[in-house]
């Protein structure tokens, strides 16, 4: 299954608009978007929403997310389809380079309840 892009509601709405540029049939979606958690949704449900939606997280959230996310296992959470951390400092061009590689290059399972960062620290130095 290829991988489907929840955008946290912190990162700009041209981050989808350069994706969908870099490939069309990418399916990416940004919180505050039709079908998507409401812009202000608390980061508990957004992490409900990723599991069902089998959607990976891509934020600028760093100091809430790793909590929560440890909540949602205790709470009995089964699993998330991928959590990415934006590094600081990030271009768009070098953030939109980096998940448009990351979505042609890998199924949406590999991601499943993995964390990182992007872009990664090679991909960066290239960019």
Known sequence: MK?????????SPRLKIALKRLAMEMDVLRVGDEGAPVLGTPDPEILQFLAVSRRLLVTENRSTIPEHLTDYYAAGGTSHWGILWVRPDTTMGQLAASLHLIWAASEAEEWQDQTGWVPFKLLAALL
């Not at 991988?3 to 990162?11: A, G, T, V």
């Open 3 to 11: 991988i489907r892009f929840l955008l946290d509601e912190n990162i």
